[in-house]
């Protein structure tokens, strides 16, 4: 199994904000070196003000900037690349939906939050936080740690606007929730999601319906056309009538990262 889907990762809050202008430095050219300044400029006055600690909160939000958009793991560059352009042709109405599947296939993590957020929403009508962080616990082990990244993404989520606080604390019910009719950037979603699951396959019907994507409603797309659509897919047909789609084993790790988009465009 990936290391990454053993791994919490992502234990600051993340602003959708500081993602869009971490892919916007790299979209410009900038080299890795200028991004690390220029978030480094950005986010001064909003956490660890007045210190400079390597593993403040402030250094610990652009190490995880930097690995979703600038240098993420070598198997998830061709999603990077992929992501970046979408990022360049789509409009902003779209971008939240590129920086959550990017997010969620460099930390699996915010994905196992979202799908039993998305899970209780779809039970209920609410998720309750005490739920979640049960839930969490029991998969990666009674540890503050855990209860602590989950705060953060929920936090995430309530800052993104997918989430909104409830008058009963620590309940939450869905908030911003998009259509999502591009079928590239659904074929690029359901790539991100097989990154986070932990065979690398699921049955396409699974994909359209995932609670990992619960603030996306996804056009459903056949799975041959979700294959034609990405040459980083494949198709298995599963008894008379399921088609599981997964991620092709032969993915190319070359032409990687910052460079590689910026050698490529």
């Not at 929403?121 to 005490?130: E, F, I, M, P």
């Not at 620590?170 to 979603?189: K, T």
Request: with cysteine; hydrophobic share 45%.
């Amino acid at each position: 199994m990936n290391n990454r889907l053993l791994q919490i990762g992502i234990s600051q809050r993340i602003s959708l904000e500081w993602l869009e202008r971490t892919a916007n430095l790299v979209l410009s050219g900038n080299d890795e070196v200028s991004i690390y300044r220029a978030l480094q400029d950005l986010l001064i006055d909003k956490l660890s003000v007045g210190g400079n600690a390597k593993r403040g909160n402030r250094e610990k939000v652009i190490s995880i900037l930097m690995k979703v958009w600038v240098r993420s793991p070598k198997d998830l560059y061709p999603l990077q690349h992929a992501g970046l352009q979408l990022l360049s042709n789509l409009p902003g109405e779209y971008h939240m939906a590129v920086h959550w599947g990017m997010t969620m296939a460099v930390y699996p993590f915010w994905g196992v939050v979202a799908a039993h957020v998305g899970r209780l929403l779809k039970l209920q009508g609410t998720a309750v936080a005490s739920q979640v962080q049960r839930r969490l616990r029991e998969h990666y082990g009674e540890r503050e740690t855990v209860s602590r990244a989950v705060r953060r993404v929920l936090r995430s989520f309530v800052d993104w606007g997918v989430l909104k606080e409830t008058s009963g604390q620590g309940i939450y019910s869905l908030g911003v929730s998009r259509d999502i009719h591009n079928a590239e950037l659904v074929a690029w979603l359901a790539e991100a999601l097989l990154f986070a699951h932990p065979n690398n396959a699921m049955a396409v019907n699974t994909i359209f319906d995932s609670t990992c994507l619960f603030p996306f409603r996804l056009r459903p797309i056949p799975a041959d056309h979700l294959i034609a659509l990405s040459g980083r897919l494949n198709m298995f047909r599963h008894g008379l009538d399921q088609d599981l789609i997964m991620l092709r084993r032969s993915i190319s790790e070359e032409g990687a990262g910052i460079m590689g988009f910026s050698d490529r465009n």
